[in-house]
């Protein structure tokens, strides 16, 4: 007896969203894309992935659609499947926060649609290391997304109800892409003075702090004597034409810990509790 064959519209096939469609089984889905003012590079990448041609009405009644677009666009893409009349299981997978999925979900609920909060951690598959999806939403959408895939480049978790994968994401962004910015404009203050290989090689084989939580209330502890530190160096980055604001704000932010001061047992809760007291 044939498999049964399931239908999914991949909005839009960039980078991620062409890689992702590979990791679908090939005998049990028929991936779909919408050519209309693409690009050449969008184009090869969908060709390359396997996807057919279709127009955003025949998307609209794919069984699964996944948006994966710039974050920019989301609610676009959302808003047009609504208008389309998709009621299929809508995955958002966008790097947005829980608040905005929540609302471009709306429209899609209100016409039959389930939306399933979606988020993609690592490069696009394959590559050295796993790719992760976790999903969020009813256990029974994210169980039928679930079984789209196999898993030889790919692990795909569950992370309860709607929200919980966009907050994943958006947290992942501030560990991930904003430590490297800020490691880079590390460097950057430290190559204006000669010194960046002599601190490329300090941190070389350093862990990164969200690895272990258990470690801020000692930061935290020791938080007090850090203002000045940040400060003078916020003018130091300015004196060599680096952005200072940057450590400005981390300044301001270490006085949510000053209370702690030489308090190592802090409970770590009221450590990461003290943080959402900063005026905004």
Not at 24 to 34: D, S
Not at 49 to 58: D, S
Not at 63 to 68: F, P, T
Not at 201 to 208: K, L, M, N, P, Y
């Amino acid at each position: 007896m044939s498999q049964e064959v399931t239908t999914v519209g991949i909005l839009h096939p960039g980078a991620m969203g062409a890689a992702i469609a590979t990791q679908m089984e090939a005998r049990t889905t028929r991936c779909l894309w919408c050519p209309d003012q693409r690009g050449p590079d969008t184009r090869r990448r969908a060709h390359a992935a396997g996807l057919r041609e279709a127009t955003l009405t025949e998307i609209a009644a794919s069984d699964v659609v996944i948006s994966l677009v710039p974050p920019t666009a989301a609610e676009e893409t959302a808003h047009s499947m609504a208008e389309h009349g998709f009621s299929g299981i809508y995955v958002e997978a966008n790097a947005i926060r829980p608040q905005r999925m929540e609302a471009l979900a709306e429209p899609l609920n209100a016409g039959g649609a389930t939306v399933v909060d979606a988020c993609v951690i690592g490069p696009p598959p394959p590559s050295r290391t796993r790719t992760r999806l976790y999903l969020a939403g009813p256990h029974t959408a994210c169980a039928t997304v679930r079984g789209l895939f196999h898993d030889e480049h790919l692990d795909i978790g569950y992370l309860g109800e709607v929200g919980r994968a966009s907050a994943l994401k958006i947290s992942h962004t501030v560990a991930q892409k904003a430590t490297r910015l800020v490691s880079a404009l590390a460097t950057a203050l430290a190559s204006d003075y000669g010194v960046a290989e002599e601190l490329t090689e300090i941190v070389r084989t350093w862990e990164h702090p969200a690895a272990d939580p258990t470690r801020y209330p000692g930061v935290a502890a020791r938080a007090w004597r850090w203002k000045g530190e940040f400060e003078d160096t916020a003018t130091a980055l300015n004196e060599a034409g680096l952005p200072p604001a940057t450590l400005h704000a981390l300044a301001d932010l270490l006085t949510q810990w000053e209370k702690f001061k030489d308090a190592p047992d802090t409970g770590l809760a009221d450590v990461l509790s003290a943080l959402h007291g900063l005026d905004n």
